[in-house]
């Protein structure tokens, strides 16, 4: 490992869980009812039964143990209330946070005696989204969008150096967006081999201000993708929000988004912008193809990260014991 450039990828893995496993908030309601409803009519009905056997054969003819059929029907009504309570919960918890982040924001706008323009904003909604889901088998999973559409998966992580395709940072995350994962998987190269990369790759998932701010400040040279490849060559990117000015910059002066994408197009296809791809993508190619690896054999989001760790461990082992072998048939120099 060079650590001269280092690329950073995520490639969604599904989980070892079935999307139709998951149901909706408004749907879990309407089944838990419906079951609940179900479980009811049945017991009465039994009830009824055990009074007219009782009439006739006596008490003690009649077992009073409940039938297999409906335990596991009142057993699944309550594992959807469970879940229906745990998105709630959720809900309730990242609107609290959403709410203290506004507070914050707020008071130091007023510090700064800055308004913010436009009417004010609806308070978070504390009641989940009725197509919020929770998987069953795996309810630490989540609903990702990938080539193969919509899978339930985790979200992998890895960061690879440019010398032998060696891992040199991994993790797994429950978001199906990189963006919050550029800086923790930076900072991770560095507290894994004692130093930070010259350089740092990575695609248009990971681009934001206060990611190229993060990478600035780190002394890093970035080249991450401000949109489509051949749009960024060009200079030219299309559906592309523009990026608001920082705070305290000039009037007229460019964001870091705009200069990254400026960046780019002056290096054309010779930067090593190009590495992005080439590095992270046959890495996955590896692991999953030549590996087999297309699916967490464990379940829950601790178990799954160990898994990932595990799978990253092989590859590199196996690149370690090519490079090695490879450098055994080579020819000695003379002398």
């Known amino acids: 490992m060079k650590l001269g450039h280092v690329a950073l990828d995520g490639?969604?893995?599904?989980?070892?869980?079935?999307?139709?496993?998951?149901?909706s908030y408004e749907r879990m309601e309407n089944r838990a009812s419906e079951l609940e409803a179900e479980v009811a009519k049945w017991l009465s009905t039994a009830?009824?039964?055990?009074?007219?056997?009782?009439?006739?054969?006596?008490r003690d003819k009649t077992g009073d143990e409940m039938p297999d059929?409906?335990?596991?029907?009142?057993?699944?009504?309550?594992?959807?209330?469970e879940a229906k309570a745990e998105l709630e919960a959720e809900a309730k918890a990242a609107a609290e946070a959403k709410l203290?982040?506004?507070?914050?924001?707020?008071?130091?706008?007023?510090?700064?005696?800055?308004?913010?323009?436009?009417?004010?904003?609806?308070?978070?909604?504390?009641?989940?989204?009725?197509?919020?889901?929770?998987?069953?088998?795996?309810?630490?999973?989540?609903?990702?969008?990938?080539?193969?559409?919509?899978?339930?998966a985790y979200n992998a992580q890895a960061a690879v150096d440019a010398e032998a395709q060696i891992i040199v940072a991994q993790d797994v995350t429950q978001s199906a967006v990189d963006c919050?994962?550029?800086?923790?998987?930076?900072?991770?190269?560095?507290?894994?081999?004692?130093?930070?990369?010259?350089?740092?790759?990575?695609?248009?998932?990971?681009?934001?201000?206060?990611?190229?701010?993060?990478l600035e400040n780190r002394n890093i040279d970035a080249y991450v993708a401000?949109?489509?490849?051949?749009?960024?060559?060009?200079?030219?990117?299309?559906?592309?929000?523009?990026?608001?000015?920082?705070?305290?910059?000039?009037?007229?002066?460019?964001?870091?988004v705009e200069a990254m994408r400026a960046k780019i197009k002056?290096?054309?296809h010779e930067s090593p912008y190009r590495l992005r791809k080439q590095l992270p993508e046959p890495v996955f190619g590896q692991i999953k193809q030549a590996r087999g690896f297309r699916q967490f054999l464990l379940r829950g989001f601790e178990k799954v990260r160990a898994e990932w760790a595990?799978?990253?461990?092989?590859?590199n082992l196996l690149k370690l014991a090519h490079r090695r072998s490879l450098s055994a048939l080579s020819p000695t120099p003379a002398g």
């Open 226 to 256: 401000t949109g489509r490849a051949k749009d960024a060559v060009a200079g030219t990117v299309k559906g592309e929000t523009p990026a608001a000015t920082p705070a305290g910059s000039g009037e007229g002066a460019p964001t870091r």
């Open 11 to 23: 490639t969604k893995i599904k989980a070892n869980a079935s999307k139709h496993k998951a149901m």
């Open 310 to 315: 595990i799978v990253c461990t092989v590859h």
């Open 266 to 268: 002056a290096g054309g």
């Open 180 to 214: 919050a994962q550029l800086v923790p998987m930076t900072d991770a190269i560095e507290s894994n081999l004692g130093r930070k990369p010259d350089q740092l790759s990575a695609d248009a998932g990971y681009c934001s201000e206060a990611n190229l701010e993060a």
């Open 69 to 81: 059929w409906i335990a596991d029907k009142k057993l699944r009504a309550e594992r959807i209330r």
């Open 100 to 152: 203290k982040a506004e507070v914050e924001a707020t008071e130091k706008r007023e510090a700064e005696g800055r308004r913010k323009p436009g009417r004010q904003a609806a308070p978070p909604s504390t009641e989940p989204d009725a197509k919020a889901q929770k998987n069953f088998t795996d309810p630490q999973s989540r609903i990702m969008k990938s080539k193969d559409g919509f899978v339930q």
């Open 47 to 58: 009830e009824a039964a055990d009074a007219e056997e009782d009439k006739l054969y006596g």
